[in-house]
């Protein structure tokens, strides 16, 4: 989480524009054009969460094949299937090849599902679920927006007050058209960000060795009914 309130990252950015007040409107904007950057960059480890999520299982299985996930997540890392000691990692395909292999997953045998793709903000498996099945999402979100109504709410960004304050005067000069400051202040911006990449990549007490079992993951279906099998 961030120490600043956002009436406190506003003083800040006030100061940086000598205390004119006649951008005050835009500043919440500005923020959030910020943390949107900052968020592109990299996994930022505090945006870093596991979504729980239930399968749809209504016999219907045109509908019980997709699940939407909350507009807060920008990106899946990975997803598993509890189901006791039938518990599976889901294995991702690319929609592409989805489509093209299982253009119908409703008419295919439902069952527990192995697989799925993901196409905006819906992921849908293969099998379709024949029970609510629990998932456990490991994902990547964005940050939760700043809105003025909210003046003491701090950003969902680690330490990093600073930099929202740096690329929002940058953002706020090059719509200016002050273009020696945005430079100025985007200089500031890359500094703060390359430090703070440094230390984020740091994982001193990470063990890498080999994962027993990889070899062995695959999808738990006899091949004759799984149609992402080409050959035996």
Partial sequence: MGTLMLSELEDEIRAGLGNRTDLDARLPRALNIAQTR????????????IYTGITGFTSTPADDKFLALPSSVRKINSVRLLDGFNSRKLIRVQHVAWDRTVPAPQAQAVGRPSM?????NIMEFWKVPDAAYSLECRTVDWPTPFVAASPNAVSDLDNKDDMLISLSLSWLYLTLKNDPMARRWWVTYTGQLNTAMGEELEQPDLDLLPSAGVGSIGASVPYYQDP???GV
């Fill in 38 to 49: 900052i968020t592109r960059v990299i996994n930022w480890e505090e945006l870093q969460e």
């Fill in 116 to 120: 799925y793709t993901q196409y905006r």
């Fill in 228 to 230: 992402f099998v080409t």
